[in-house]
């Protein structure tokens, strides 16, 4: 029986960029404390938290929204104050930008925040995921927003190559079949902009078959570790660039920075 595994947008995309990664996190499960979170996660995070909490509660003011920031703020998460300060200063235009321009807050009607999404099992294979919301729009489009807070804007191209976008547009349609259209839109806080991603049947469907292939090669390598391979030689290392913001920098003998 094909044993059930159970991948979201970011184990995807680690076991692609560094199978070693995924192994550490899914295989070893190196503990939390073992792990570095980046003070920008940190604050990443904290500007999401405030977003949740205003789609939830839309009547709430900018005013309070500066606040909860501040009390959401991760400020033990920075080496120094002055460094602390910087990011805060960051978190905060990249709320005061939103609050201009709040993508996501006022067409439509909002049917989920920061809801886990789950499909049902296909070949041992079951996809999840929590995106920031999903709104339907009067002319039947639905849509899953996905708010950035970093400095790049990618392309749509680039978006629809990406697992996020993919998972994300497969889930609502799982949990909100029968609609005619299906949107993900990534909203970039750091510039005010969005960029609209769309799937075709045949690329929601290539997409699966992608998944589902990176399934079987994950439970393989799984496999060869239970019949003794060391773990770095079932799911290989890929050392580059990517290692200076790897989660798994502190206790990976193979990062290259
Ligand atoms: S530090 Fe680099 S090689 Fe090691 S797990 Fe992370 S990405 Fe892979």
């Given at each position: 029986m094909t044993k059930k595994l159970n991948l979201s947008p970011a184990s995807v995309r680690m076991w692609l960029e560094c199978p070693y990664a995924f192994a550490l996190d899914?295989?070893?499960?190196?503990p939390r404390t073992q792990r570095v979170i980046t003070p920008q996660m940190h604050t990443g995070r904290a500007v999401h938290t405030v977003l949740e909490q205003i789609a939830k509660?839309?009547?709430?003011s900018a005013e309070f929204a500066e606040s909860s920031l501040e009390r959401t703020?991760?400020?033990?998460?920075?080496?120094?104050r002055a460094e602390a300060e910087v990011a805060f200063q960051t978190a905060r235009e990249r709320l005061a930008t939103w609050l201009v321009?709040?993508?996501?807050?006022?067409?439509g009607q909002l049917l989920a925040v920061e809801k886990m999404l789950r499909s049902p099992e296909r070949d041992g294979l079951v996809l999840s995921g929590r995106p920031d919301l999903v709104r339907i729009y009067p002319d039947d489009t639905i849509e899953v927003v996905d708010h950035k807070s970093g400095l790049c804007t990618p392309s749509a191209e680039e978006l629809k190559g990406e697992p996020q976008a993919a998972i994300y547009r497969i889930l609502a349609e799982v949990h909100w079949?029968?609609?005619?259209n299906y949107r993900v839109t990534f909203s970039y806080l750091a510039t005010g902009t969005t960029v609209p991603v769309q799937f075709g049947r045949e690329e929601v469907e290539a997409w699966w078959e992608f998944i589902l292939d990176v399934a079987e090669r994950i439970r393989k390598a799984r496999a060869q570790v239970e019949g003794d391979l060391h773990l770095e030689e079932a799911f290989e290392p890929q050392p580059g660039a990517r290692c200076a913001r790897c989660m798994f920098r502190k206790v990976c003998t193979f990062r290259s920075v």
């Open positions: 899914r295989v070893a499960k190196v509660q839309p009547e709430l703020f991760s400020w033990d998460a920075y080496a120094d321009t709040p993508y996501g807050r006022e067409a079949p029968g609609y005619p």
